[in-house]
């Protein structure tokens, strides 16, 4: 990081960010009280990963149940192949 007149540039520092969407599917956004605000938060989101060329991982809880991941992640993400999680675990 650089500090350039009490500004902090993390510029050098992106190839160490990356982003973790996890289990954005539409089964499980359907119980949000703010849904809406949510997609438009993620659309934004995946904006910016694509403009810095961040890393993504992206998940998915028992999708045979829940379903897919959001048309909004795969459509701009089409060559993310999410993970597949079968068991839920806090820690």
């Known amino acids: 990081m650089k ?3 009490g500004i902090i540039e993390a510029v050098d520092e992106l190839p160490s960010v990356g982003v973790v969407l996890i289990d954005v ?4 956004l359907s119980t949000i009280a703010n849904k809406d605000e ?3 938060s993620l659309n934004i989101l995946i904006k910016a990963i694509k403009s810095f060329s961040l890393p993504l991982i992206v998940t998915k809880q028992v999708p045979e149940k ?4 959001i048309d909004c992640v795969s459509r ?3 060559s993310i192949n ?6 839920f675990c806090f820690w």
Do not use: A, H
């Open 3 to 5: 500090n350039k007149d």
């Open 25 to 28: 599917q539409e089964s499980l």
């Open 38 to 40: 949510l997609l438009c």
């Open 66 to 69: 829940l379903g897919l991941t």
């Open 76 to 78: 701009f993400m089409p």
């Open 82 to 87: 999410p993970i597949k999680e079968q068991f």
